[in-house]
């Protein structure tokens, strides 16, 4: 798919993300995680900034995402939750930031859209500050058969309709990256993976960024 079409997604979607932060969706998941993150923050995908309301008050966010409805809905977020908060309206894929320029990394969900996610990860690990964090919350596929073959088997449908995989082994995109995993806590048969990890500036890299 596109990324102009992905995009084009994403923006119609926008309000269903923002109903899904007024209903605090995923919230015992987001809070357990964001309220980790320190300093300055990069928010990938940052959506309709449902995780605003977790950051603490000394935080300063960077927040991307490639669709501007959905950027318009984090304003509205940041706002009402009193983040400090500057956003740009881009594809992380494209973007470049300059090494170590964040003390926290943070994606929720997003994973499941890139088409390469390891690059991105990679790119996380450039980014991040040598004792920063890296804050994932992520879904894919099960380990439990049965709803892996149901997640592989709508996984064309997902894709077309939301531009989501429902079957991305994270297990293996963390490994082939260049991230450092510290903690990783399971839910929902595993489709559900919260993860608190560093960067790795120490290997000469599985994942090379041309």
Known sequence: ??????????????IVYEMRRRKQTEKKWREKLIRCAKGTVLEVGAG???????????????????????????????AESGVRAEFIHSDVESLSFPDDSFDTVVSTLTLCGYEDPVKVLTS?????????????????????R????????????????????????????????NIRMNKVEHYLLDTVQLVWAAPNKDISGKYTLN
């Open 1 to 14: 798919m596109s990324n102009e079409k992905l995009i084009q997604k994403f923006n119609k979607q926008a």
């Open 48 to 78: 309709a900034g449902a995780n605003f309301q977790f950051y603490t008050e000394d935080v300063v966010v960077t927040a991307v995402d490639f669709s501007k409805e959905m950027l318009n809905k984090a304003k509205e977020a940041a």
């Open 124 to 144: 996380f690990n450039k980014w991040c500050k040598r004792d920063g964090l890296i804050l994932l919350m992520e879904h894919g596929i099960s380990s439990n």
């Open 146 to 177: 049965f709803v892996g073959y149901l997640q592989s088997a709508i996984d064309p449908v997902s894709m077309k309709v939301s531009g989501c995989h429902l079957n991305r082994n994270l297990t293996r995109i963390f490994q082939q990256s």
